[in-house]
């Protein structure tokens, strides 16, 4: 069932329990990745990422369920707590930056065959792949018009 989860700025506040889905959702996503939702990557998402995007989260009752991280209309990063994926938090996130930037761009992992249908579904078309020079997996660039 689809929930509509109120969708606010990220506050530093928020930042444990942020970094706790982070973690959880990008070892489900990025198995392939060394060290991914931990360590070093950690420590970047931490330090910049969520001081230097325009972050948003998803709240359920008082508590982040998703986050999405803004770079002018580029997502740098879109993640949903495995406990509450499924539900319209991914989606919801998604729209509420479309309503802010209209075209959208994003870059997802081959590898990741969820999140590649999840965006497909959501309007993303495939424009270009490049290696992401970090893990050496592909990368897929996606982007969608405004609408």
């Known amino acids: ?12 506040s928020d930042e444990d329990e942020v970094m706790a ?12 990745v060394e060290g991914e939702g931990e360590g070093e990557r950690a420590r970047k998402v931490r330090e910049v ?10 709240d ?13 209309s580029e997502i740098g990063g ?10 319209g938090i991914g989606r919801a996130l998604v729209e509420h930056a479309a309503t802010l930037r209209g075209d959208l761009l994003l870059e997802v992992f081959e590898a990741n065959p969820a999140a590649r249908g999840f965006y497909g579904l959501m309007g993303f078309e495939e424009r270009e792949r490049r290696v992401d020079e970090e893990t050496g997996h ?9 609408r």
């Open 1 to 12: 069932m689809e929930t509509k989860p109120l969708v606010r700025r990220y506050q530093a």
């Open 21 to 32: 889905l982070w973690s959880s959702a990008s070892k489900l996503a990025h198995p392939f």
């Open 49 to 58: 990422y969520l001081r230097e995007a325009e972050n948003w989260v998803a």
């Open 60 to 72: 359920e009752d008082g508590v982040a369920v998703g986050l999405l991280g803004l770079i002018g």
């Open 78 to 87: 879109l993640f949903v707590a495995p406990r509450a994926q499924g539900r």
């Open 138 to 146: 592909v990368l897929i660039v996606m982007f969608r018009p405004g």
